[in-house]
């Protein structure tokens, strides 16, 4: 019987080897760069009254246990009126805008949000006036939205929990569809993750 002795590098040959191996530590590397250029484009700070923002909160967690009558109808219309939006519309940023309007005519003061209907239009307006920030602050507005399209959802987070979770008063919220739910709720999101198929676009916080 004859036995042959197989050379490995007849199989692999050591430069190889070497170069497969520089390649996926440029991999990796690469991927660590943009999974850290995400994480830190998600923080936004926007300069902002403090007194409209902690009474525009209150006056949110207020608006908690609100139902809607139908699809987007009952009280809530009261939010798709002020913003110009048609009865039965989403009203998860118009819900906000509403907080921020009340506490702006009662302070006196400019509501610094902008008025519409549109999740995506809101955080545009926003990022004109933040800066980039490494985390996120005590409280603020986080923006979802769907791949390749102007549609999401935002919720007004007050509560900073433990590995990425935070608590918001959500507008618009509840059921199966967290961007079109039963009314307004208190709900726990996750900022590193998911929300049902939309991404997190952006926390902008209040500063």
Known sequence: MLFYRINPESIFPRRLFVAYSFLF????????????????????????????????LKIARGEVGIKEKGQNRGEVEKYQKLVGNPIGSPYCYSGIYWCFEQSSVKLKKKNPLLRTGLASAGRLYLEKYAVTSKKIGQIGLIFWQYPRKSTGHVEFYFKRLSGGWVQCVGFNTGGNNPREGGGVKITRRNIQHPLARMIVKRCISFV
């Open 25 to 56: 530590m440029f991999l990796l590397v690469l991927l660590y760069g943009v999974c850290i250029s995400q994480t830190t484009d998600l923080y936004r700070d926007f300069e902002c009254d403090v007194g409209i923002s902690s009474d525009a």
